[in-house]
């Protein structure tokens, strides 16, 4: 009986593409990826399709498959609608939110600001920093009722954010700056002026974006 679920290798094997563990071109053979993973083909090829279907793995003729390039056109379109979602999403979290959750933000942004400061620009690309960061617009997404935009900020989302900037470059200066405009997010959700969020929310998406193309 095999170890893993098609949903386990899934995750293993799209984590290690993510975190670059596995590199962009690196030749996949599935006698290989089976016997390293102690699982069949069968339940192997469940987690491959998959693979496929999110464009992590490709195929080509006589080729065989292989690790796919994560390009920068797709992390741009991400940050599309990530910028669309997440303004609307700021601003029901302005409107909805508990006095406790607004409070619970709050140490969240905190917790960032402290954490990512810590930071030397050469350790910004740290596996943890990215997931620190993204927990706040995560915790919006939950706050403000809205269940489908917290699942795709989901932890495939940001290993997906983390290997691009890894390969791209997210100064540490960035990474402040980011946390601050957090701050400001913060601040105005707290102050229930769910037009100001909306704005501020979608500001800091585009300066995030603008940043990695700076880093191309």
């Not at 290690?16 to 596995?22: A, E, M, N, Q, V």
């Not at 935009?149 to 700056?177: D, M, P, Y």
Request: hydrophobic share 40%; aromatic share 6%.
């Amino acid at each position: 009986m095999d170890r893993l679920s098609p949903r386990d290798i899934f995750q293993e094997l799209s984590g290690s593409i993510l975190r670059g563990d596995l590199k962009p071109g690196t030749k996949l053979t599935e006698v290989g990826l089976a016997q390293k993973l102690s699982v069949n083909r069968a339940t192997l090829r469940e987690a491959l399709f998959r693979l496929e279907e999110r464009e992590l793995i490709e195929r080509t003729p006589y080729s065989g498959m292989r690790v796919a390039t994560v390009d920068k056109r797709a992390l741009l379109e991400l940050y599309e609608i990530r910028e669309l979602l997440e303004g609307r999403s700021a601003r029901r979290a302005a409107e909805l939110a508990t006095k406790e959750e607004i409070a619970g933000l709050g140490q969240i942004v905190e917790a960032s600001l402290e954490f990512v400061a810590k930071f030397t620009s050469q350790a910004s690309s740290d596996a943890r920093t990215l997931p620190a960061v993204g927990g706040f617009h995560t915790e919006i997404a939950r706050i403000g009722r809205n269940e489908e935009i917290r699942k795709f900020l989901g932890r495939e989302v940001w290993e997906f954010i983390r290997s691009a900037h890894q390969r791209w470059s997210r100064t540490h200066e960035r990474l402040l700056t980011a946390s601050r405009e957090h701050q400001e997010i913060f601040e105005a959700i707290a102050a229930r002026n769910g037009d100001h969020a909306e704005e501020l929310m979608a500001r800091h998406i585009r300066a995030a974006r603008d940043g990695l193309l700076q880093g191309n």
